[in-house]
Nanobody, 115 residues
């Protein structure tokens, strides 16, 4: 059973930084693509950043240059470093792991950016 546990969300002023973490268990983490998605009120869930098992990166245009995704396979943990945060980054952030064609999701963590 794959489980993803997120941490690191919170309230921050515009221009500030936050780092999200997501620890995985029960999965072949190093062979899986992992990523972060977000969902703002009244909007669809959208991809923020993704990193393949081989290290290939993919970012949403809105976060390029501000957010950095990374992974530590030994710790089975993925990270999202968020800098220069904007009020429009406010959302619930979810980590995702794709393993053998199946998607697994974290419980979500709230990120609120005040102006």
């Amino acid at each position: 059973q794959v489980q993803l546990v997120e941490s690191g969300g919170g309230l921050v002023q515009a221009g500030g930084s936050l780092t999200l973490s997501c620890a995985a268990s029960g999965s072949p983490f190093s062979f899986s693509a992992v990523g972060w998605y977000r969902q703002a009120p009244g909007k669809q869930r959208e991809l923020v950043a993704r990193i393949s098992s081989g290290g290939s990166l993919n970012y949403a245009e809105s976060v390029k240059g501000r957010f950095t995704i990374s992974r530590d396979n030994a710790k089975k943990t993925m990270y999202l470093q968020m800098n220069s945060l904007k009020p429009e980054d406010t959302a619930v952030y979810y980590c995702n792991l794709l393993s053998w064609g199946l998607d697994y999701w974290g419980q979500g963590t709230q990120v609120t950016v005040s102006s």
